[in-house]
């Protein structure tokens, strides 16, 4: 394996485990709702310093149910995954489609070559 | 996590708005120029504002024993500069605010203000910074380094300055503003430190594999100024 590939594989095994560790250690076992939003912590806190305080505005669309509601967030990094994905599917296909000389370093031959393997791709 | 719909007193609400306004038209006149001007670029534009799509979807649990989620803007500052990233940013609230419940339209000024605009300047600043004093090393390391640093600081200064946004409106009855700047900093910053971490690492990943598969544009961006950086890369490979 390429010692980049390596890094890169690390990179998001580092990225995993730090997700991960918090929930397998029990880092929310002391909380009445272990891992709720800091958001709805946060309106908490607010009623503390200010008892009083009424949202003065509510969401015009609040999805009615959790399920729908994690679909929807879902979908967001779904189409946030796509974009990203069909970006690099492009930038890997016009870079093996286009001639050696794209692979030199150097500034004006890459920018020269990569600019004419960019027409067929729209 | 962003400020609730409804959850700052208007006065506030209004007052980040107008601050927030001339940036987010700035920035639709820099975007407009870019897409004009450069749509060679074009691609990568839109997957730097869908790479703050993904990241703001993804609640991810802490250390704190609460969730919240990464920004996603430190790419697109970094690569594009931070003007453009406060319409990206600025839609992803928006998408949020109208669709999820999760922020809001009167909070979004205040919102925006934090993710999509301190949040890339800070974070463009640091990259900056990391890479004058990096840079004289060449080699690929110092990038990554700066690429971390960056994503790291927009990620945690977005949720610092939301912080101090809620303890502005909600000052402790007791020990006033600091000591709610102490509060909110407890659910909002310490939570966002491991995130900001994750963020940081998935950025540097982007621009790695960016730098395999279209230095091209890179260079054209100037992430990767000179060739030496590049050949630097031909030898770790």
Sequence with gaps: MKRSTKINLLIVLAVVLLAALPVVLGMGDHKDEPFAGADTQAETAITENDPDYEPWFSPLYEPPSGEIESGLFALQAALGAGVVGYMFGVKRTRRRLAPEAADTPDEPVGAAAGAPAAGPGR | ?237
């Design chain 2, 1 to 237: 996590m962003h400020i609730a719909e409804g959850y700052l007193p208007w006065e506030h609400a209004a007052a980040w708005g107008v601050a927030s306004a001339p940036f987010v038209v700035h920035g639709a006149r820099a975007l407009t120029r870019e897409v004009r001007d450069r749509p060679e670029n074009t691609l990568l534009l839109g997957a730097s504002g869908a790479f703050s799509f993904v990241l703001s979807a993804l609640k991810i649990p802490s250390v704190t024993g609460s969730c919240s989620h990464p920004t996603g803007t430190g790419l697109g500052a970094i690569l594009f500069r931070p003007p453009i990233m406060a319409v990206l940013g600025t839609i992803t609230l928006l998408f949020q605010a109208l669709l999820l419940a999760h922020g809001g339209l009167t909070t979004l000024g205040a919102n925006a203000f934090s993710m999509a605009i301190v949040g890339p300047w800070a974070g463009y600043g640091a990259y900056r910074l990391a890479r004058s004093l990096l840079d004289r090393r060449g080699g690929t390391m110092p990038l990554d380094v700066a690429v971390f640093l960056g994503a790291f600081v927009a990620d945690l200064s977005t949720y610092c300055v939301t912080s101090v946004q809620l303890a502005l409106a909600f000052p402790d009855p007791d020990s006033g503003f600091p000591g709610a700047l102490a509060k909110f900093g407890g659910i909002f910053s310490l939570t966002q430190i491991p995130l900001a971490i994750s963020e940081g690492l998935l950025t540097v990943l982007v621009v790695r594999l960016l730098r395999q598969s279209s230095r091209g544009d890179l260079i054209r961006l100037g992430v990767v100024t000179d060739a030496r950086v590049a050949r630097e890369e031909e030898k770790t490979k």
